[in-house]
């Protein structure tokens, strides 16, 4: 069932500050716990910088190693503040539409087996999920992109941006900031390039400080 719940949608970004291939010299904060992040990683650091992870450390994440890397590159940051009632209340609504899709997917099966479901029918069924989707990414991009409505996992009840929204409450607006750099990591010859993302949302009456968005032990592309 949930293969049908995976949103395809893209996702739009916000606002620049500075990028360039392999910043070294960028020593701000963000950059300061990737580095610690990837050295506990590399086994050269210490083993605390696993706790920057929002949601905190999973098994997996505990055990995972690299073996070397290096900064590929920086993008963009990303700023958005906007207001967390409706943000909120956006994703409440996304929620509402998702749940409304599954149970006609359950409506269309029986106490044995699940019966055939066209294309058709399976985009008709997504498409208010679908929607509302987009109308979210349009008014939120950043807090949406973060929320990951664009991939499975977003569904998933570990989704740990799930756990941060609990702690927001619904008043006044938040500033969610966002920096992704991308890592090069070669293993045994073989060389891939993967996104290490720190972000930190703040409202009034809470701050989380500098996070890193993990991928999830089961979208580990997510």
């Known amino acids: 069932m949930k293969k049908f719940l995976a949103l395809s949608l893209g996702v739009l970004f916000l606002a620049p500050l500075a990028q360039g291939k392999d910043p070294g010299g960028a020593k701000d904060e963000p950059r300061k716990i990737a580095e610690s992040y990837?050295?506990?990683?590399?086994?050269s650091g210490s083993g605390d910088a696993r706790e920057y992870l929002l949601g905190g450390v999973t098994l997996t994440a505990e055990i995972f190693t690299i073996p070397n890397w290096?900064?590929?590159?920086?993008?963009?940051?990303?700023?958005?503040e906007e207001n967390l009632a409706d943000a909120v209340k956006e994703m409440k609504e996304?929620?509402?539409?998702?749940?409304?899709?599954?149970?006609?997917?359950?409506d269309m099966t029986d106490n044995t087996e699940v019966r055939q479901i066209t294309r058709e029918q399976a985009e008709k069924i997504m498409k208010p999920t679908n929607k509302q989707a987009k109308r979210f990414?349009?008014?939120?991009?950043?807090?949406?992109?973060?929320?990951?409505?664009?991939?499975?996992?977003?569904?998933?009840?570990?989704?740990?941006?799930?756990?941060m929204l609990d702690k927001l409450g619904t008043k006044d607006n938040y500033r969610l900031e966002f920096?992704?750099?991308?890592?090069a990591e070669t293993d045994h010859g073989k060389k891939r390039v993967w996104p290490l993302r720190v972000l930190r949302m703040k409202t009034k009456d809470f701050d989380s400080g500098w996070k890193i968005l993990p991928a999830s032990d089961w979208d580990p592309e997510s």
Request: net charge positive; aromatic share 12%.
């Open 38 to 43: 990837l050295k506990a990683l590399e086994g």
């Open 70 to 80: 290096k900064f590929a590159s920086r993008e963009e940051v990303k700023i958005e």
């Open 94 to 106: 996304l929620d509402r539409q998702g749940r409304k899709a599954l149970d006609k997917l359950m």
């Open 137 to 163: 990414k349009k008014k939120f991009p950043l807090f949406a992109y973060v929320a990951r409505v664009d991939k499975e996992v977003y569904w998933h009840p570990k989704n740990p941006w799930r756990d």
């Open 179 to 183: 920096h992704r750099f991308n890592i």
